[in-house]
């Protein structure tokens, strides 16, 4: 017979730790995946992990892929935190870049300095508003806001197909199913001559720095703590528990929308159909990984980021589908949720006899 | 036939501490062995090793001359050592027979034959085919009861049966374990409440600090006797002064209070109406589950509901949340203090930064000021005795009385009109429930009034100036505690009528 037992007292620095286990696991068992298929798999490792950042436009391209990652995982984090299960941070995505998409192409022929605030501005607000319809239906409704969050996401991914295809689609486009281009106005700036990285990068390292800021120093932070614990403290305490879950859907909702107008102001350069390759739900394992602490996000999303280039150099030279980034991903997330359950509990085996059990 | 249980050395060492010192004991048929002692004496332990739960480091169990290897709770039933513990172990959705069922090797014929033989012998009334969750705890702790029974058990073990009892079932249970120590089955009977070793057991074990300090007959000893032997120094005892002056101004008033919850697990309050003057102590009594948890939480403003009315110091509070509640001066602790008054995985600082005003400062300008609340929380520790001076310190890792001591630091120190305490001494020590007590008559001679819900008769009795029943979501009248019996009591608890 096996019993499950909690464990009292989990040192801090070994629940830190366990990330690096779990990736280190998931190196492993992608190892054993790639022999199975028939690659030599310190080669296939090497094209994965090594090869995607040996050079200054890898390393670029991998900055450029952990900042949405990074933003949406901050944001995710205050949700969590509070045991609000956002996981509709792709809808908010989506519809920031709605939002932010179309101020942009309001000025398409225009020029200005004000026209990227703008557009910014309008992207984090479209997020969250979107994040706070399952915030309020939850609030007022007692709805589930799991589901609610996670259908939104195909609403919002329909209206922005029907959009681009539709009423928003570019008049000189010969019907491709995108935009115009925005105006240079609404780029991003590039940070170096002939890399991607933007900067946008710096709207996640400023998320960062003020999230940290909040969640360890304000109030705010002090009752998302309480709460994420134990609710029934928080009532007890008396805090505003409605006030509460709508103001962090606020701010994850306006992280995804930051991350989906930096996509389209940054690389993209106008809306199609896909603004996103599943940042939003990424980012959802960038945040358990990072263990929601602001910090250790920034290092999850580079780790995650990188799963997305290497599945892509992965393609080109093994000519595996690079679907095999979701592969590692979920590797990552099984092992790191199997290390938390062996770190929270430990697990005895009992000797029992087998008649004893029937007796 | 004489069963003769005989524990010899027995030691149980947990890290940091010494669960079981070398216990020796030795228990004969035909008598009720009471095992007394405050919480964490070893009690537990004890009774852990003797059911197999738990094996000792050291020293053997010998049941008639022969060795018992008790490596799990099987073995223990193997033995003939049945167990009912405080907290049930029943299903509460399958009826009473099913649950009987569950661990039986007999046909579901010839066991509800032999059930209906236990219950006609015992005098017991229970309905077979009722879910468990229908029964009250003096009936599940039958079923408990008969579940060892259908055993033929050799010994007995109760703990703490009586926690969760009214007053009649407490008498009625006395006389069934009157009843099986006369056809010879070994009873041992762990408990803390000192009157209840002096009217049912024969002999008495009190142990203190993992070790056994005495073993004498009861009739030598008197709850004064035994209480220095447990505590193992002086008590002083505490009796409250009742608050006499009757034309005090009501602080506290409560009219049209009703609530109502679809969840089965919840009780409906029906139109609660009382008041509370300066410096006077509430009690209310009631058996658990009688609607207390919602009352707590409708004071509180953890409910709000509609319709009610709560005046206090001439303003209407009903709508008001918890942190406006303490803005008016009032204070609350609740029942569940592991994992609602405090969070065990918060630093001492942190909780006692979720008792905050407008005055405290702990959050300037929503900013965490965190030398404040230090500050704050080392005047608590200290002035309240409590058993640590570092705030840094997680709560998990206070014990239950210094926990509890926190707690009521943390509601006390803003020196509230009026303080809600629920349970505030389950499960604690007596030492802790002294000085809890002493703190709680304090507030009253300082002229700061209490509602003590509880369900220990004794304590309500000790320090309440009025007494009311819930039963049921419904209030009774409002006594003043003099006119009030332990015996009055009881009959309220359990749904009777007094007068």
Same mark, same amino acid.
């Given at each position: ?211 940290? %800021?909040? *969640? ?8 998302? =703590? &309480?709460?994420? /614990?134990? $609710? @029934? ?100 997330? %099984?092992? *790191? ?8 509990? =430990? &697990?005895?085996? /009992?000797? $029992? @006899? ?6 | ?499």
């Amino acid at each position: 017979m096996i019993k499950i037992e909690k464990r009292n007292d989990v040192p801090m620095a070994l629940y830190f730790f366990t990330p690096f286990i779990a990736i280190i696991l998931t190196i492993l068992g992608g190892g054993i995946i790639f022999y199975i298929l028939g690659f030599n798999p310190i080669e296939a490792l090497k094209f994965y992990f090594i090869t995607p950042i040996s050079n200054l436009y890898g390393l670029s391209e991998l900055l450029l892929k952990a900042t949405p990652l990074c933003l949406i995982a901050i944001g995710l984090s205050f949700c969590f935190k509070s045991n609000n299960w956002n996981i509709g941070a792709e809808g908010q995505l989506t519809f920031g870049a709605i939002v932010g998409g179309g101020v942009a192409l309001l000025f398409y022929n225009q020029e200005g300095f004000y026209i990227l605030p703008l557009v910014i501005l309008a992207g984090a607000i479209g997020g969250m508003i979107f994040a706070l319809i399952p915030a309020i239906l939850k609030t007022y409704f007692n709805t589930n806001e799991i589901l609610v969050s996670l259908m939104l996401v195909y609403v919002s991914k329909l209206l922005l197909d029907y959009l681009v295809v539709g009423p928003w689609s570019n008049p000189e486009g010969f019907n491709f199913p995108e935009t115009r281009q925005f105006s240079d106005s609404s780029r991003m700036p590039l940070l170096f001559e002939g890399l991607r990285i933007h900067a946008g990068i710096f709207l996640a390292l400023a998320a960062v720095m003020l999230s940290w %800021f909040i *969640l360890y120093k304000t109030y705010l932070g002090f009752q998302i =703590k &309480v709460s994420g /614990l134990s $609710l @029934k403290t928080a009532k007890y305490a008396g805090f505003k528990g409605k006030t509460m879950i709508l103001v962090v859907f606020m701010i994850s909702g306006a992280c995804a929308g930051l991350a989906g107008v930096g996509e389209i102001t940054g690389p993209i350069g106008q809306l199609h159909r896909m603004v996103s390759p599943d940042y939003g739900f990424t980012a959802i394992i960038v945040a358990f990984l990072g263990r929601l602490n602001p910090f250790g996000i920034i290092f999850a999303s580079l780790v995650v980021a990188l799963t997305y280039l290497g599945a892509e150099t992965a393609q080109i030279f093994l000519q595996i589908p690079k679907y095999t980034g979701q592969v590692f991903q979920g590797m990552i997330l %099984f092992f *790191l949720l199997a290390s938390d359950y062996l770190l929270f509990f =430990k &697990v005895k085996i /009992l000797n $029992l @006899k087998k008649n004893e059990l029937r007796n | 036939m004489a069963t003769d249980l005989r524990i010899s050395n027995i030691s149980k060492i947990y890290p940091g501490c010494i669960a079981n010192d070398n216990v020796s004991l030795q228990f004969k048929s035909g008598k009720i062995y009471a095992l007394l002692g405050e919480n964490g004496a070893g009690k537990s332990t004890l009774v852990k090793i003797l059911s197999g739960v738990i094996s000792p480091d050291n020293g053997e169990v010998l049941l008639n001359e022969k060795n018992l290897k008790l490596s799990s709770p099987l073995d223990a039933k193997k033995n003939k050592i049945g167990m009912v513990f405080q907290h049930f172990n029943l299903f509460e959705t399958l009826s009473v027979f099913e649950n009987l069922s569950i661990d039986a090797t007999e046909d579901n014929k010839s066991l509800r034959l032999r059930i209906n033989e236990i219950l006609k012998k015992y005098n017991f009334s229970i309905d077979l085919d009722v879910p468990v969750l229908n029964l009250s705890a003096g009936q599940k702790q039958k079923v408990e009861i008969i579940r060892c029974l259908l055993r033929s058990p050799k010994v007995l073990i109760m703990d703490e049966p009586t926690s969760v009892l009214t007053e009649q079932e407490t008498e009625e249970l006395f006389i069934s374990l009157k009843k099986f120590c006369d056809e010879g089955i070994l009873i041992i009977y762990i408990t803390h409440k000192l009157k209840e070793v002096l009217s049912l057991c024969d002999e008495v074990a009190v142990m203190r600090k993992g070790k056994v300090v005495s073993v004498s007959q009861t009739q030598n000893e008197r709850v004064e006797t035994l209480a220095n032997k447990m505590v193992g120094q002086k008590l002083a005892k505490i009796k409250k002064k009742i608050n006499i002056s009757k034309n005090k101004d009501e602080i506290f008033k409560v009219k049209h209070l009703n609530f109502y919850s679809d969840d089965p697990f919840e009780t409906n309050l029906v139109n609660l109406n009382f008041s509370v003057k300066k410096g006077e102590c509430l009690g209310i009594a009631g058996i658990s589950g009688n609607g207390q948890n919602e009352l707590f939480q409708i004071l509180s403003g953890e409910i709000i509901t509609p319709d009610t009315s709560i005046i206090f110091r001439n303003k209407e509070i009903a709508k008001l949340n918890p942190k406006q509640r303490r803005e008016y001066l009032m204070a609350f602790s609740p029942e569940d203090r592991i994992s609602q008054a405090a969070v065990p995985e918060l630093k001492i600082y942190e909780n006692v930064a979720l008792n905050n005003f407008k005055s405290s400062n702990f959050f300037e300008k929503g900013l965490v000021n965190e030398k404040k609340i230090k500050e704050h929380s080392k005047k608590i520790l200290s002035d309240f005795s409590v058993n640590t001076d570092n705030v840094e310190l997680k709560s998990q890792f206070l014990s239950g009385g210094n926990l509890q001591k926190l707690i009521l630091g943390r509601e006390l120190i803003t020196a509230p009109e009026l303080l809600i305490c629920y349970n505030p001494t389950w499960g604690l020590d007596v030492g802790a429930i002294n000085y809890i007590h002493e703190t709680l008559i304090k507030i009253n001679d300082q002229e700061k009034s209490t509602i003590l819900i509880s369900t220990d008769t004794e304590e309500l009795l000790k320090l309440s100036d009025r007494i009311a029943v819930i039963y049921k979501g419904k209030l009774s009248k409002i006594m003043p505690s003099e006119e009030v019996t332990p015996e009055k009591l009881g009959v309220l608890m359990g749904g009777g009528s007094i007068d």
